[in-house]
């Protein structure tokens, strides 16, 4: 399993924008595909976005679509999730997490990811 680290949280206005990004330090992330949660206070974590392995997949939840992008560049062994149009229930601690098993197909489960990094908060402001 890879060890992630998140980044890039911070505060910012309704419609702003922020780019969160995950980085791992082991070769092997390119074969991990990867899913996006967010936990707000006194609420269940849930999925946000989530990219294949080779980064020719991904889905998202419905309050996100169209807003937000998650993309991944393997050289780097790093993934990111672009974040657009930001609104005020985007509020959240953020975590990026790797799939159980390599190369397996996008997931939207919390209990198919094993390695979860230690979050970023994202505060909207209204």
């Known amino acids: 399993q890879v060890q992630l680290v998140e980044s890039g949280g911070g505060l910012v206005q309704a419609g702003g924008s922020l780019r969160l990004s995950c980085a791992a330090s082991e070769r092997t992330f390119s074969g991990y595909t990867l899913g996006w949660f967010r936990q707000a206070p006194g609420k269940e974590r849930e999925f946000v976005a989530g990219i294949s392995w080779s980064g020719d997949s991904t889905e998202y939840a419905d309050s996100v679509k169209g807003r937000f992008t998650a993309s991944r560049n393997n050289a780097k062994n790093t993934a990111y999730l672009q974040m657009d149009s930001l609104k005020p229930e985007d509020t959240a601690v953020y975590y990026c997490?790797?799939?159980?098993?390599?190369?397996?197909?996008?997931?939207?489960?919390?209990?198919?990811?094993?390695?979860w990094g230690q979050g970023t908060q994202v505060t909207v402001s209204s």
């Open positions: 997490a790797a799939h159980i098993r390599t190369f397996q197909s996008v997931s939207r489960t919390r209990t198919d990811f094993a390695s």
